[in-house]
């Protein structure tokens, strides 16, 4: 998980150990300079540092990203 604040309207930024694992995982190896995120009360994209997206998604133990999970089938997940 990692916390940010949005840099037009200062509003928090909750990005989840999900969306986390898509920003990595959908650099596909690459190391792009930032990650657009969307801030959910203004709308407009936030460029959080490549680096810090990485390095908190580590931190949350590196989880699949849930997309790529695939679906269970006939048991509900958790
Ligand atoms: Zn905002």
């Known amino acids: 998980m990692l916390n940010i604040s949005c840099t037009y309207c200062r509003a928090p930024i909750n990005l989840s150990d999900g969306d986390l694992a898509q920003a990595v995982h959908g650099a596909e190896g690459k190391r792009p300079k930032s ?44």
């Open 35 to 78: 990650t657009p995120v969307t801030c959910p009360n203004c709308r407009r994209t936030n460029k959080v540092p490549f680096d810090r997206v990485r390095q908190a998604y580590r931190l949350a133990g590196s989880p699949p990203p849930e997309e790529a999970t695939p679906a269970a089938e006939g048991e509900a997940a958790v």
